[in-house]
């Protein structure tokens, strides 16, 4: 069964620090892909990034990178140089190709908080 | 703007009472899924509708039921109303399904009272 796990529940910080963000998944598929998104204080769910199971590089985005390693099952995701306005919920979420038709499970969540 | 677009936004009702969720997909998306979002249970999968037919059902209770139709858009009825279905439910929209990203809708906050 696919699960997705985010053990940090909250993570608070001040503004311009570094934080990172963990996810660890359980898969029994080959094939698979892995998401996060992300939910402010709004409300709305935004996607972030994808990932599929064949393609561990790592990639950066801006202030937001995201490493995958399938070694470990995880997909954490690094914010540099936070800001008030990455505060929000961030969740992950596991995509299976021959299972569950498809549907993402998410992680619980993991709220963010910068400081100013 | 995620395309994706639920209606009403906010929801009120008594215990007992039914209601109906409705969602339209972004334009060209095929499949249509439904969440819960609750404080104490994070995003509980629901159930998916792919090109008006059911796909996956997830943790859906039998009091809860939707569809898809043919314009693509669809509708989540909730009947027998309890206080614990007081929640966030999101419709989201994928185009292909697998590994293709969700797009969500702002959400309809249901309130049971």
């Known amino acids: 069964a696919q699960k997705v796990t985010q053990a940090q529940t909250e993570i608070s910080v001040v503004e311009k620090e570094d934080v990172t963000l963990d996810c660890v998944y359980e898969?029994?598929?080959?094939?698979?892909?892995l998401f996060w998104y992300k939910q402010p204080p709004s409300g709305e769910l935004v996607f972030l990034i994808r990932r599929n199971s064949f393609d561990e590089q790592n990639e950066i985005s801006g202030r937001y990178s995201w490493n995958f390693q399938k070694s470990t099952s995880s997909f954490n995701f690094t914010i540099t140089a936070s800001q008030v306005v990455d505060s929000a919920v961030y969740f992950c979420?596991?995509?299976?190709?021959?299972?569950?038709?498809?549907?993402?499970?998410f992680g619980d969540g993991t709220t963010l908080t910068v400081k100013p | 703007d995620s395309g994706v677009t639920q209606t009403p936004k906010h929801l009120i009702t008594a215990t007992g009472q039914r209601v109906t969720l409705r969602c339209s997909p972004r334009?060209?998306?095929?499949?249509v899924y439904w969440y819960q979002q609750s404080l104490d249970q994070g995003l509980q999968f629901l159930i998916q509708?792919?090109?008006?037919?059911?796909?996956a059902k997830g943790n859906i209770l039998e009091r809860f039921s939707a569809q898809q139709f043919p314009d693509l858009h669809s509708e989540l009825n909730l009947s027998s109303l309890e206080l614990g279905d007081s929640a966030l439910y999101f419709c989201?929209?994928?185009?292909?399904?697998?590994?293709?990203?969700?797009?969500f809708g702002n959400g309809t906050r249901l309130t049971v009272t």
């Open positions: 989201a929209s994928s185009a292909r399904g697998v590994g293709s990203p969700l797009h």
């Open positions: 334009s060209g998306d095929l499949s």
């Open positions: 979420a596991l995509s299976e190709l021959n299972t569950n038709a498809g549907k993402s499970t």
């Open positions: 509708y792919y090109n008006g037919e059911e796909r």
């Open positions: 898969t029994r598929d080959t094939t698979y892909y």
